[in-house]
């Protein structure tokens, strides 16, 4: 009885081992697929990988700023890590290389009991990063669109 | 009587006290919600539901989310050559499921020949409807609508839009002049399917209704018609008619667009009827009176469908503006109506 057990533990071990090495490492999340697809420019409408990084920080700049949902990431979050991870995630979406290392969308917010209005702030946020880092409204959407997938299990309230 | 009176008051009192603690309280503050992204609710239709400018879209007005409630006003003003219509409106999003509306009109013809139907009725002692001066038509809209399934704004990779089913319930007050135009019916209700989707990679929206109904110029001259000049026989056939809207967001506060609501026939060539009389008799009236043309000019155009040519800004979630081009067509006795709309929109 115990024998199996063990064996059944390996066999999984081996298992997991296998698909680890089939994809990418630490390939949390995957490319979102939106309708009318992301055009090719769409990384560098946005600067280009450097630009996206400083999008992203502006981006928690404005968050931080939001009484709605700052709380939410000074208690649960960590600013640091979520720019560098986000800066991964939001260059694989737009077309850019698959270099994210974080959590699944759905396993990182899983336990947040964010409500659709939270979500919404954050996309006011994310409109206010665009301006103020003069990527084109246009391009913005090109991200939001990319993006509007995951509201599906990052909402759920 | 002085007992009463008191009592009354304090009722009163209690009330206002009530809903003073009601707006205040945390219970309140707990269920108010605006957390919708600008624009997203669409603006304040003339109908009252939220949308564009005539069409009725899926999305439910207002800025909240599934989260709370919230509110907000309407007024209209539309300047065409013939006629103006001022429409003031409120109505609630809850949970951005339900949608309740109301709104009153008023339309006052500016028609040289109408008015002088009003003249010469107003002579024989008719009563018609209209006022030599000032011939108004009013109307209630009472509407409601639910949002059945999908999410306009952030389903980007499906194709399936947010679809809602609503229904509206007009009133007319001049049932005299709605009769003397030759419409069936002085109130009626409207039934409609709407669907939305935001298409982000083109940041634009698009709307599609299609809307039950057997109006007259969106229900503000009646509903249906009657053969030969009198009340008797009527019908009134509902119709399954389209309606679209584009806006293209230009920026996140400012949206152009246009839209198109197909019209029904039901007046096309019937002449004004003045109090189920003939008008070969006024004809006679009015040619010795140096007006021969008048019958000619007293036969209704075909109706036009209505087409317009928008402009939305936002720039906060408490008030909007939309200034519109409109192409009306034809509009009762009145051709080739084109002319301005000017809408704001509160939003609590
Ligand atoms: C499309 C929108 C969003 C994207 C793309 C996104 C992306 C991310 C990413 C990449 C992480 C890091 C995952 C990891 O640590 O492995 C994360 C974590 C987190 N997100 Fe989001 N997020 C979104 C919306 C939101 C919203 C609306 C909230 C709250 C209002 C939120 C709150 C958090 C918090 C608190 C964490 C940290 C969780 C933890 O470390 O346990 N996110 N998010």
Known sequence: MKRSKISLALATGVTLLVAAAAQPAFAGESKTKPIMGI????????GGAYGVHNWVESLFYYIMLD??????????????RQIALNTQLEQMVLGGPNNYQGASMSAAHADLGITMT??????????NACERNEIKYYACNDLIAALAPFTRVIVTK | MKRLHKSGLRTLQCAAILAAGLVSSSAWAGIYNDGKVLLTGGVFTVDGAG?????????????????????SAGFTYVNLPALQVSFYGVNVGLFDRVELS?????LSLNLPNLQTVALVADAAGLDVGTDAWNSTLGMQTYGVKVRLF???VYTSDSWIPQVAVGGLYKD???????????ADKTKDYEIYVAATKVLFPISTLVNVTARYTSANEDGLTGFGYCNGGSQTDCHNKRKVRAEVSIAHL?????????????????????????????????????????????????????EGDWYDLFMAYAPNKHISFVVAYLMFGNIAVAPAQNGFYFATHLTF
């Open chain 1, 39 to 46: 055009p090719s420019s769409a990384v560098a409408d946005f």
């Open chain 1, 67 to 80: 009484n709605r949902i700052n709380y939410i990431f000074k208690e649960f979050g960590n600013v640091d």
């Open chain 1, 118 to 127: 939270q979500f919404n702030a954050v996309v006011e946020a994310a409109y």
């Open chain 2, 51 to 71: 949308g564009g400018g005539a069409v009725p879209w899926a999305t439910i007005s207002g800025y909240e989310t599934r989260d709370g409630i919230n509110g």
């Open chain 2, 102 to 106: 109301y709104v009153d009109s008023r």
């Open chain 2, 150 to 152: 999908g999410d306009a």
């Open chain 2, 172 to 182: 007319n007050r001049n049932v005299a002049l709605i009769h003397t135009l030759g």
């Open chain 2, 250 to 302: 230009v920026a996140k506060n400012t949206a152009i667009g246009g839209e198109w609501q197909q019209h029904g026939s039901n007046l096309d060539g019937r002449s004004v009827n003045v109090a189920g009389l003939d008008l070969s008799g006024l004809t006679g009236l009015l040619g010795s009176a140096g007006l021969g043309g008048l019958s000619g000019a007293l036969t209704q155009k075909k």
